[in-house]
């Protein structure tokens, strides 16, 4: 294993620094009907957004996020809500996606 550490040192020091460590924390489950969904911890490398979108690709919303870690982002739908189909949380920096998360949808809200 010793033998592939000088490559794994190359590879990070070459990795463009916008693309490494750039991160969701765990996700919660969305609840239908809801107009918001917060992210629990975004961390960055450089300035960026998330962006929340359906499957299809439909984006409901989006909010900017400084680098390093940000705490309980909160992306805003506006007016559109979660449906019963899953989502996409993705963190994008300089017009990359550099990390995408499924967000699984509670069918039976408490709220």
Avoid at 46 to 55: C, H, K, W
Avoid at 60 to 84: E, H, M
């Amino acid at each position: 294993m010793t033998r592939y550490a000088p490559l794994a040192l190359c590879l990070a020091l070459l990795a463009p620094p916008a693309l490494a460590n750039n991160n969701f924390g765990a996700l919660r489950i969305a609840a239908t009907g809801d107009t918001f969904y917060d992210v629990r911890l975004v961390s960055t490398r450089a300035p960026g957004f998330v962006q929340i979108e359906t499957l299809t690709g439909r984006v409901l919303g989006q909010t900017a996020v400084d680098a390093g870690p940000n705490s309980n982002v909160r992306v805003d739908f506006g007016t559109a809500r979660v449906g019963r189909a899953p989502l996409v949380a993705k963190l994008i920096i300089d017009g990359k996606v550099v990390d995408a998360e499924r967000i699984r949808i509670n069918l039976t809200p408490d709220h």
